[in-house]
């Protein structure tokens, strides 16, 4: 029988009991793997020791005041990325539904032109309540798949190819040692919508705010913006198998330490109307904020720029350079969450539980 | 179910110790460590729902981020742990020997703060009484892996201990 592993022997310390019938009388007869423990034990005494710490005196209901009568301020670090956790899922949807809406209000120019193809991206500060508003884009029109997404999880990163149309699935060449080298790949071939404007449920959207509808530019009602979006590759590092325990809950399932994605740049063409009239008809519905309104407003060249949506109360954003190319950063260096996401050609996003600064070496570091 | 208000205000008290007992373990001073919890139970109070089944682990995994953060921005350190650190061992023992418990402590934090971010995690959160199952919650991975990351870091602080000791 093969020798027992260190991390069954580490948790023999913690364990006597959790070896097996098997390991235990292996031990009991190898004196190399007695003499394994005994180090292993020495250090984790040895550690206990030296992590000893002063002792604390809480008192929990003044701290829990504290905590409650904290203004809803910008926190310090705050930032959670979408995909660490399923509670922010809503979070993730109404991104991603800020993302589509963005991209419609800055596209659409007359005739059947690609109106948008972002070469470019731009943060673009929201609040919790334009996400809430923007997360309803059904209530402005109708949104049809003539090409249905369909993601895959596939075996290999040439399955991924193979799947996304041929497109090179980026490989990394530095993965700091906190995140697993386990990689599971997902793609999707191309898909397209077409997001047809409606003025009657926009009105009966603009009714629920208690507000008017602002006056409609011609030809707006019924307007067709055409919507290709991927192929995609999706590369999630770390080992997202359920555990096998007895005690097994969907709590148990592991999250992506780190994503990296990769995606043909968005496509948008439209029939009838012009880019301005739509951005401006849009941007004055009730529901979205003046703030949001401006910030769209102010941007260069928005049929070149893809914004990037970013909560203002959760995370923070800078510009930075990847691969010499523009990108915009979230989050910061406590190790929590950050992301970068810039384009080069196609739309690339690294995204996980590491610092930025980690982030930026990933992104580096990408062979596309 | 609870309103978010009974809900959060359960999820504190059963969790508000072990939140500041992981800081506590990284930053070895009791005020600090309770900023720290403080901090990142305004920060789940602002994301998430306490009804959320991953609220335990989302805590202790920010808790120990957020302490390791601010262990490693540290500048003022020493001053610090000389002026304060009233544990265990100022009841019972002469100032020379508290003087030595806090240097040992000044050396332990500064190897710890030089370890990778996930081994030092693994560490301070086992140390801390969380059981292997939950410490793999905390940090994402597998409660078969906890065994091995919890015997290469603790070597790893031994030998860093050793490495800031000798210089």
Redesign the interface.
Same mark, same amino acid.
């Given at each position: 029988m093969a020798h027992l592993? *260190?991390? $069954? @022997?580490?948790?023999m310390f *913690?364990d006597p009991d959790a070896l097996t019938g098997s390991d235990r009388r292996h031990y009991v007869d190898c004196a190399g793997c007695q003499a394994r423990y005994s180090g292993?034990a020495d *250090?984790?005494r040895?550690? !206990?020791t @030296?992590?000893?710490?002063?002792?604390?005196? @809480?008192d929990?209901a003044s701290?829990?005041k504290?905590?409650e009568a904290?203004p809803?301020a910008k926190?310090?670090?705050?930032f959670?990325l979408p995909i660490l956790?399923? !509670?922010?899922r809503p979070m993730f949807a109404g991104l991603a539904a800020a993302a589509v809406l963005v991209a419609l209000v800055v596209t659409a120019f007359a005739e059947i032109l690609p109106l948008f193809q972002p070469k470019t991206v731009e943060p673009v500060p929201v609040t919790v309540a334009d996400l809430e508003s923007l997360s309803a884009l059904s209530d402005y029109g109708t949104l049809t798949w003539t090409e249905k997404p369909t993601p895959q999880i596939v075996l290999s990163a040439a399955d991924a190819q193979n799947v996304a149309a041929g497109m090179h699935a980026p490989a990394v060449t530095y993965l700091?040692? $906190?995140v697993?080298s386990t990689v599971t790949y997902a793609a999707m071939p191309k898909a397209e919508a077409v997001f047809t404007f409606d003025a009657a449920k926009a009105a009966d959207a603009a009714a629920k705010t208690g507000k008017p509808l602002p006056t409609l530019p011609a030809g707006i009602d019924g307007a067709k913006l055409t919507v290709k979006v991927g192929p995609a590759i999706i590369e999630v590092f770390? #080992?997202l198998?359920q555990?096998?325990?007895a #005690?097994a809950?969907? /709590?148990?399932i /592991?999250?992506?330490?780190l994503v990296i994605a990769r995606s043909s740049a968005p496509v948008v063409s439209s029939t009838q109307v012009s880019a301005q009239e739509l951005e401006n008809y849009i941007l004055s519905l009730p529901g979205i904020s003046p703030g949001l309104a401006s910030a769209v407003r102010a941007i260069k060249d928005p049929s070149t720029t893809l914004l990037v949506p970013v909560p203002v109360?959760?995370a923070s954003s800078s510009k930075v350079k990847v691969k010499g190319v523009d990108g915009v950063a979230l989050g910061d #260096?406590?190790?929590?969450g950050a992301a970068v996401i810039w384009i080069n050609g196609d739309v690339f996003v690294v995204a996980g539980?590491v610092?930025q600064i980690d982030v930026l070496k990933i992104a580096e570091g990408l062979t596309v | 179910m609870k309103s978010r208000d009974e809900a959060f205000e359960a999820l504190f008290k059963s969790e508000y110790a072990r939140v500041a007992g992981i800081a506590n373990r990284v930053l070895a001073d009791s005020h600090e460590a309770e900023d720290v919890a403080q901090e990142v139970f305004i920060n789940f109070h602002r994301l998430h729902s306490a009804n959320a089944q991953f609220a335990p682990a989302w805590l202790h995994r920010a808790a120990a981020h957020t302490a390791l953060n601010r262990l490693r921005g540290r500048r003022r350190r020493e001053k610090r742990e000389l002026a304060q650190a009233p544990g265990e061992a100022e009841r019972t023992v002469d100032p020379q020997r508290m003087l030595e418990v806090n240097e040992d402590r000044r050396l332990v934090r500064a190897a710890l703060a030089r370890l990778a971010p996930k081994p030092a995690a693994v560490l301070v959160l086992r140390a801390s009484g969380l059981s292997y199952a939950e410490v793999g919650q905390a940090l994402g991975v597998g409660t078969g892996q906890i065994g091995t990351m919890l015997r290469r870091a603790e070597a790893a602080l031994r030998k860093e201990v050793t490495r800031g000791t000798s210089l």
């Open positions: 592993s *260190d991390g $069954t @022997l580490r948790r *913690d292993m *250090d984790a040895a550690v !206990a @030296l992590l000893a710490a002063p002792e604390l005196r @809480l929990v701290a829990l504290r905590v904290a809803a926190p310090r670090f705050g959670s956790s399923p !509670a922010s700091p040692s $906190t697993s770390g #080992n198998k555990s096998s325990s #005690n809950s969907s /709590n148990d /592991n999250l992506p330490q109360e959760y #260096n406590t190790g929590l539980s610092s | -």
